[in-house]
């Protein structure tokens, strides 16, 4: 079976009519655009459907659309598959979505979130003086070579997107940047200035961080149902308490999607989904990685494309397990208070992988779990909770929760008498 990792876009995705196709045919979608446009007092199916390229463009609009066409797309899916994704991530803006369909943030909070990011980063352009431009046909070593050829790099200018092997961005100083243009040709490749208002994921970005992290400060988190990569360090977050300053980090910093992509490689995904405007993250990831399977949600095509070729998930997502998917869910949710990045990797990464393998060979044989089957999972959940140093009076509740609502027989103590004291 495919190990399946959902991706969100970020801005440069978005198009007038974006999300139309699927807002005509589906009252899931028309829900999310009604919700949207009541959450911010402004009509959403006529900001992306109807505007003018320049309203839409408006990095205060272009942020909460693109995440409303992203999360739509993402609850169709849903809806339609059962579909239970290995990883989430998301390019720059698109970690909030991500971050909302993975149950951590509220749809109402994202969008708030995505509008005060837009308009936060709005405010902190538009000066003429500093903006982006892309850098193509050089791998990382010659971009990083041209770039120290200036003395302003790391000051006046940063690399600001690891795109992919041969597609990197600069953000800084506009002037400073396009001196690099003959040095860059020298090498084969192309400086092309880009349409946008600042100089974003750079140092220029600071007053934009600092009013973000007074908006986040008054959002509540929830527990993470899907585990979701952080742009700033290219892997998943360990635990809630550090999404709030990566979220704000991230405004400032470089988005390092090619080692995101490849962490999700190295840890079997084996193929991608895009929810959101256009196919922007598909075409990237395979330049990286030609072999996956990957698919675009507002290709219709695609969509066509993934129904048929992930015939086997869609029917074992619709069919799964429940005690073990819950058994996974829970080890996903339970919060994380232990940062040694060797011990989480042994007992966490590890042990989720071999509850994963359980629930994939109960599926592909489309066979209830064995008894062995079922008492390994638990004891892989304590495992996972004993790393995340979740104490034992915790541990027994998630454990009854999980009895309780699959509507298992047999109780905590005898499935697990290590916890037998911990009522």
């Not at 970020?10 to 829900?31: A, E, L, P």
């Not at 592909?364 to 062995?372: G, I, L, R, T, W």
Request: net charge negative; charged share 20%.
């Amino acid at each position: 079976m495919k190990r399946v990792a959902i991706l969100f876009s970020g801005q440069g995705s978005q198009y007038v009519g974006m999300g139309k196709r699927i807002y005509d045919n589906y009252s899931i979608v028309k829900d999310c655009f009604t919700q949207a446009s009541d959450i911010l007092g402004t009509d959403m199916a006529r900001l992306c459907f109807e505007s003018d390229k320049h309203e839409l463009n408006s990095t205060e609009n272009t942020q909460p659309a693109l995440l409303l066409t992203s999360v739509a797309a993402y609850q169709l899916l849903q809806s339609q598959t059962d579909i239970r994704p290995d990883y989430m991530a998301g390019h720059s803006l698109g970690e909030l979505s991500a971050l909302v369909c993975s149950g951590v943030l509220t749809f109402e909070d994202g969008l708030k979130l995505a509008r005060a990011r837009g308009l936060a980063m709005a405010n902190c352009g538009n000066d003429q003086v500093t903006g982006m431009y892309a850098i193509t046909k050089l791998n990382k070593e010659q971009v990083i070579s041209v770039c120290n050829q200036s003395a302003e790099f790391g000051k006046k200018f940063i690399i600001a997107n690891y795109n992919a092997p041969e597609q990197h961005i600069l953000s800084g100083d506009i002037g400073t940047i396009a001196e690099l243009t003959d040095n860059v040709k020298e090498l084969g490749g192309a400086l092309i200035k880009l349409n946008v208002s600042g100089a974003f994921h750079s140092p220029y970005m600071q007053q934009a961080a600092d009013d973000f992290k007074q908006v986040l400060s008054d959002i509540q988190l929830s527990e993470m149902n899907v585990p979701v990569i952080a742009n700033i360090k290219a892997a998943p977050y360990f635990d809630l308490n550090e999404i709030k300053d990566s979220l704000v980090q991230q405004i400032i910093s470089p988005v390092r999607w090619s080692e995101s992509v490849n962490y999700l490689l190295n840890h079997g995904m084996t193929a991608f989904i895009e929810a959101g405007p256009k196919d922007v993250l598909k075409k990237i990831n395979q330049t990286i990685a030609p072999e996956l399977s990957a698919y675009a949600l507002d290709s219709e095509e695609d969509s066509e494309k993934l129904t048929q070729e992930l015939a086997d998930e869609i029917a074992a997502w619709k069919n799964k397990p429940d005690l073990i998917g819950k058994l996974m869910a829970t080890a996903v949710s339970t919060r994380n208070k232990n940062w040694d990045e060797t011990e989480y990797n042994n007992g966490v990464v590890a042990s989720y992988q071999q509850m994963k393998e359980i629930y994939e060979q109960t599926t592909e044989q489309n066979k209830v779990p064995s008894d062995a089957q079922i008492q390994q999972a638990f004891e892989l959940l304590v495992k996972i909770m004993d790393t995340k140093q979740v104490d034992k009076q915790e541990q027994y509740q998630r454990v009854h929760q999980v009895i309780r609502s699959a509507g298992f027989e047999q109780s905590v103590e005898q499935i697990l008498p290590q916890l037998a004291n911990a009522k």
